[in-house]
Each structure stands twice: as C-alpha cells, then as structure tokens.
C-alpha cells in the first residue's frame, strides 16, 4: 500500500459547483497534514494546512480523520481560476519526520 | 521575505553526464528536502536535511545521485552519470522544522537526452 494516496480524478466539474478530494495515509503516527496546489509547470504552494479541528478558509474547506485516517478538502463555488492539480501532503515519521506527497488530484472547472 | 531559491531554472544534458543544482531555503528554516517530480506524478521525496544532517534519505538512488548542505544553509544535489529516466523536475523546500508546512522553489527542469 502507498504512503499516501489520492482520488484518481481528473476532476470536470461547472463553475459554481461544489468539489471534494480524499486523500488517505498509512503510517497511523502521523503529525501534520496538508492541502498544496499546484498549477502546470509550476511549484506546488500550500493552500491550507489541516487541524484535527477541521479548519476553512473562504470557499475551502479541510478536514482530518485521524481513526480513518484521511484528509478531505472542499472547495465551494467552484470558480475557473480553481483549476490546477491539488497535493495532498503528510509528515509521516518514519525515520525521523519526513514529508511524504499523494500523487496529486487535478480539477478543471469549466465555463 | 525571500523565498526558496534555486538554479538553474532549465537544464539539458546528455546521458551519462554529470549536473548539479543549487538551493538556497527561506532564512532560519532548519529543514531542507529535495523532491523529484516526474511529468503527472506527485513530488517524490529524495533526501531531508535538518540543518546540515541527513534525515531521510532512504529514496535517493546513491549510486548516482548525492546531495550535501554542509554550513546548514544552501544545499547541492547532483547526479553522475545521469539517466535518461532522470529527466524531470527537481524541487527544493524548506520549512522551519520538519512538522512545519513546506515551501518549495520554482524548481529545475532537467532533460536528459
């Protein structure tokens, strides 16, 4: 099984619909979660991080389930600009703390 | 505040040449990794830094590749003699320790024809 995996996507949805990712780890001691976008041919950059609270940020939405362990990410009212590849990111503590990435979920919002 | 830095932005080699790429983290940040991304996949972690010891560097192909960030600062990574399955783009992050969110440079794009 994969450190860290995502919905398979691509993702098609209208503008103005509302969108949700998965993303499931394996290693149960896991600390720290994260939400990154990245655009084409571009670095990812975090879009939120995730609290076992479950935190928002505008139109988006993060939440963590530790005893399934996995993270979920919302995005409400989707808009074009929306559009990108969504990274999934957990720090797994296995050798010490490393950083381990899903491999991505793209999402094209269309007009 | 400056971001991750790195360079060269583009590179084109022939297999079984050598190349090195540089990384400069955001100041004070303890924790470096250097990731390779393969056109449609997720970052692949290669090696950690915390300040200038290794963490983790259980993915990196040691037979060619090598990293180092000797004063805790700026890092290498290099790769000789290189593959052409080493094209891709490589990724240097740094976060203020290694729980912290990560922020990566504009990455280098390696192509080995």
């Known amino acids: 099984r994969k450190e860290v995996e995502q919905d398979p996507g691509p993702f098609n949805v209208p503008e103005g619909a509302t969108v949700a990712f998965n993303c499931t780890y394996s290693?149960?001691?896991?600390?720290?979660f994260f939400w990154y976008r990245q655009d084409c041919r571009k670095e990812p950059k975090l879009l939120m991080s995730v609290y076992s609270s479950g935190n928002e940020d505008g139109r988006f939405t993060a939440q963590l389930n530790r005893a399934s362990q996995y993270i979920s990410l919302l995005i409400r009212d989707s808009k074009l600009s929306d559009s990108a590849t969504y990274l999934c990111a957990v720090n797994m503590e296995n050798y010490g703390q490393n950083f381990v990435f899903g491999p991505g979920t793209r999402l094209s919002v269309l007009p | 505040e400056a971001g991750v830095a790195q360079s060269p932005r583009y590179k084109i080699i022939e297999k079984r040449q050598s190349v090195a790429f540089w990384c400069n983290p955001i100041?004070?940040?303890?924790?470096l990794y250097w990731y390779q991304q393969i056109l449609g996949q997720g970052p692949k972690l290669l090696i950690q830094f915390q300040n200038n010891g290794v963490v983790d560097d259980s993915q990196l192909p040691k037979d060619r590749f090598s990293a180092e960030r000797l004063k805790g600062v700026d890092s290498t990574l290099k790769i000789q003699p290189a593959k052409l399955e080493d094209s891709a783009v490589y990724l240097c992050a740094s976060s203020l320790d290694g729980t912290a969110e990560a922020f990566f440079g504009q990455g280098t794009r390696l192509t080995v024809v």
């Open positions: 100041s004070g940040h303890a924790t």
């Open positions: 290693n149960s001691a896991s600390q720290s």
